[in-house]
């Protein structure tokens, strides 16, 4: 630390940046090669996966693109399309309402319609089909009050099954951006449009809906990205899809090598998606009036404010009271049948894994955030962009790429040992909670991240050079400074991921080690062979947890 004082801030912040004293200097290598390192991390399982595509196909690969791959793309595209389209309209409807109208119970459901967030997708699915199964609680009432079949309600197996249950659990994220979008645009985008003849319908469809569309298509690829991560629904309904067919190939065929090829043809359809919306975003000009953020909205007479609050409730119902209250009673029944000490190691494993990735994963944005705060320089945003990449991809395609780079990791590290000590050590990282880690720092990085990043944007730059001033750099200005400011992002950060990794099934599934299930995989384990009463019990945990980062989110978008 160089201890002279300049007279002038400004000289000694020209002369730091220009000729850096030795220790300061090495603290800048190592932020200025830290995004490029995770970067690396979250570049090598991608690289792995990417270039299986290019090897030899096995007998097996051959025998699933012959028969399972056509109907896995199939199935993949009509649930992706299903469920967007199902979502936006039921997202922006809601948002619309809630946004612009004044009705009974308004400000209730402009937060509660975001609770389905709360309820993990597959939870939802395995509810649906134990209430409306054949032997389940309302066809049973339903033949024993009308002592007759009730082969009028649907078969929820398959594709309507989980299209139903996905746009009731990834609505929200259609709802909150374009909540906002319509919040900012105000009741006098819509007096505008009058005054030129528009009727409020035409007003909708004609201005207000094409000014949110960068809002709603930024929720529609969220959903998107999760329809196509998920695992644990579409195995509930038994409907095909491109995860399940990873995850048959690698466990059930025991063939890796046709997994990872798998894996790299839903990256390069990942990718392509992302290209697309990127494409379609940069042509758009959008402007909003800030002025216009105010809370005047048109109030709804008659049956319209009636049909408001139904539509509203009937949705919150459906997603969030319905499953939740259907949980509560089967975990009543089965709590003194089936809770044992086997449900608290499984709680003990999740809570254990969720805090170490919330650290680890918490640390390293950090990272990131300070190493672009010290360097905003293109190739710095590029290797940070790359890190935080890993959210697009599904967790099976994660769970291949990351198996197969920590397997030959093993493998040379064995090679070295028995050729310098003629020792066999056997595997020392896959099939250990390390590739676990690995593969959920890789994740869910970018969840870490942009909250600690949206509060490191609001920390100005004068803070920083004060600091200098009074000799303040590297890991402490780090320490003294930013973390402080940094605490309200951080703890949002630590929330989000730690509920997700609660949540996480398909990486805790294809990578854990032997013995080593929670609450997730419990879930999974009882769904699978039809246990609903018993799924409730860790389904309830994983909800309670869920419901955190809501609340927390609804402090801070409640108008």
Known sequence: MNDEQPDNLGTKLSASHQHPSPKLKNNINFWRLAPFCVAS?????????????????????????????????????????????????????????????????????????????????????????????????????????????????????????????????????????????????????????????LSRKQGFFKVALPMARPWIIGGAMLTLMETLADFGTVSVFNYDTFTTAIYKAWFSLFSLSAASQLASLLIILVFIIIIIEQQLRARMRFAESKSSRTTFRIPLLGWKRLAACSYAFSILFIAFILPCSQLLIWAIDEINKNIDSRYIEFLIHSLTLSTIATLIIGSVAILLVYATRLYSDKATHIAVRIATLGYALPGAVLAVGIFISLAWIDTQFNQIILMLFEIEVGFLIQGTIIAMLVAYLVRFLAVGHYPIDSAMQRVTRSIDEAARGFGLTGWSLLSRIHLPILSSGIFTAATLVFVDVMKEMPITLMTRPFGWDTLAIRIFTLTSEGAWNQAALPAIALVLAGLIPIILLMRQTEQ
């Open 41 to 197: 991390i979250v570049l090598i399982p991608i690289i792995v996966v990417i270039s299986s595509i290019f090897t030899p196909a096995d007998d097996i690969w051959h025998h699933l693109a012959e028969t399972t791959l056509p109907s896995v793309l199939l199935n993949t595209f009509w649930l992706c399309l299903g469920v967007v389209l199902g979502a936006i309209i039921l997202g922006t409807s809601l948002a619309w309402l809630t946004a612009i109208y004044d009705f009974p119970g308004r400000k209730f459901f402009s937060w509660a319609l975001l609770l389905p967030m709360a309820i993990p997708a597959y939870v939802t699915a395995f509810v649906v089909l134990g209430l409306f199964d054949y032997t389940g609680p309302i066809q049973t009432y339903l033949r024993s009050w009308t002592g007759a079949e009730s082969n009028w309600i649907p078969d929820f197996y398959g594709r309507s099954g989980a299209i139903l249950v996905m746009v009731l659990a990834f609505y929200p994220y259609i709802y909150l951006l374009a909540r906002n979008a319509f919040i900012t645009q105000g009741k006098r985008l819509i007096e505008a449009a009058q005054s030129l003849g």
